[in-house]
């Protein structure tokens, strides 16, 4: 990670967060933001707790995604305050004293309980808007999460500054050699499990320092989209599709590659798709409607799809008759930012008006307009999903597949090719290309 690169853009971030934090209490006529890192949680009738996962409204002002308990509060034209939980506590370790280029922007108060949150409002708890889960009691009387404020951080959180995008270059780079690693596991002859295991190696992560839990998927599992198990035993090497990416500074990559173990008919289709995915990531740029890069996408694959005998018709015919949607069931892409799915990609504008994806495209994540700096995942895939293909069977459009194709490249699965893209005036950059080919 670049340090210097990092401190010196980050008095502007911080200087953005505020001024996009006091826009939102104009919304709902308040006058101190209060935000909460979030509260570690206990499972049912036990002592330990879940992995704890920061509030992205909380980390997105500041690098601390490990913190449970702490505060941030808001006040328009004045010095934010930050309430670091630095429990006493032998049983755990508790944080240490807070350190890094971030600190001497904050009037930093240490506190013992979470609880201590309501002796440091600046103001009465009724103009106070609280922010995050679970915290209602301990700030008695302020508005907690009202839809007018989150409507308004949410939609400016899809333009990224000059530091986010520094860490989320920096999470490209953490991420890219761990897929080599995964690859080179794999063509080794490691179960998914001990493929796992490299990718943390290599990127120097734990599985709770993930921005999200990997999908690590060999020959049939690829074709399940969030597939979610690690197999320990090995498997005949067809296919292997890694989805993982990395953390820093609370911000994430979200990469996908898929690999075969050698050549053939679905190694050539796996290169075909990585050029298709390409050349939708040379159309990113500001101005542009993901709705219509998604539905381009569509059309490409079935022209694709129809080149390599897997269907009849060409690429326009199949995506209008909802053909293509049988191979690519999902979005082609998202926001990304201090969460894997960053929010307010259905928002129309900062007060909340829906925009919601178009009735033949339901999984579309993100309709807006790009902006200049968005990021967003570029992600296309074909994918022989057992239970689709079952339901394309039985459809009027069954006679438009070549089944024995279909039936050739079953075993492998399934293809996802995703890289990071930010949009641009005149163009794009690829965050994860500088790093992975």
């Not at 829906?354 to 994918?383: F, H, S």
């Amino acid at each position: 990670m670049d340090t210097p690169t990092l401190a010196r853009h980050y008095p502007a971030h911080l200087a953005r967060c505020q001024a996009i934090a006091t826009e939102a209490l104009v919304a709902a006529e308040a006058d101190h933001l209060v935000i909460s890192a979030g509260l570690e949680h206990y499972a049912f009738l036990d002592d330990q707790t879940y992995p704890f996962r920061a509030n992205p409204l909380f980390k997105a002002w500041l690098p601390l995604n490990r913190h449970p308990g702490c505060w941030l509060i808001h006040t328009p034209g004045e010095r934010p305050v930050l309430l670091y939980h630095q429990p006493r506590d032998f049983w755990h370790q508790p944080p240490a004293d807070p350190a890094g280029y971030w600190t001497e922007a904050f009037d930093i108060r240490v506190i013992r309980d979470p609880a201590e949150v309501a002796q440091h409002l600046p103001g009465p708890a009724e103009r106070s808007v609280l922010l995050g889960e679970g915290v209602e009691a301990l700030v008695p009387g302020a508005q907690v999460n009202p839809q007018s404020v989150l409507h308004v951080l949410h939609w400016h959180r899809a333009v990224k500054s000059r530091y986010e995008l520094a860490c989320m270059r920096a999470a490209n780079e953490r991420a890219a050699p761990a897929h080599r690693a995964a690859r080179e596991a794999f063509l080794e002859g490691a179960p998914e499990y001990e493929i796992h295991l490299a990718y943390l190696r290599a990127c120097g992560h734990t599985d709770d320092e993930l921005p999200y839990h990997s999908i690590v998927a060999v020959n049939e599992h690829a074709a399940v989209l969030h597939y979610q198990h690690r197999e320990r035993e090995p498997a005949p090497r067809r296919t292997l599709l890694v989805d993982a990416g990395a953390d820093v500074g609370g911000y994430a990559s979200d990469i996908t590659r898929t690999w075969t173990a050698g050549d053939g008919e679905f190694a050539d289709l796996v290169g075909a798709l990585d050029d298709l995915q390409r050349g939708l990531c040379a159309e990113v740029r500001a101005g542009v409607a993901f709705g219509d890069l998604h539905r381009k996408a569509h059309q490409r694959i079935g022209q694709l799809l129809k080149e390599t005998g897997v269907i009849r018709l060409d690429g326009e015919a199949a995506a209008a008759a909802g053909l293509t949607r049988y191979f690519f069931p999902h979005g082609l892409g998202h926001l990304l930012g201090v969460q894997v799915h960053d929010v307010g990609g259905q928002q129309a504008d900062p007060q909340g008006t829906p925009a919601p994806p178009p009735e033949d495209y339901p999984k579309l994540r993100l309709t807006r307009r790009l902006e200049q700096d968005t990021v967003v995942t570029i992600e296309p895939g074909i994918y022989f999903i057992d239970m689709l293909l079952e339901e394309l069977q039985a459809s009027e459009l069954a006679a438009e597949v070549h089944w024995p194709v279909v039936e050739r490249l079953r075993p492998w699965g399934g293809i996802r090719i995703e890289d990071n893209v930010r949009a641009d005036a005149g163009g794009h950059e690829n965050l994860t290309r500088a790093w992975l080919p």
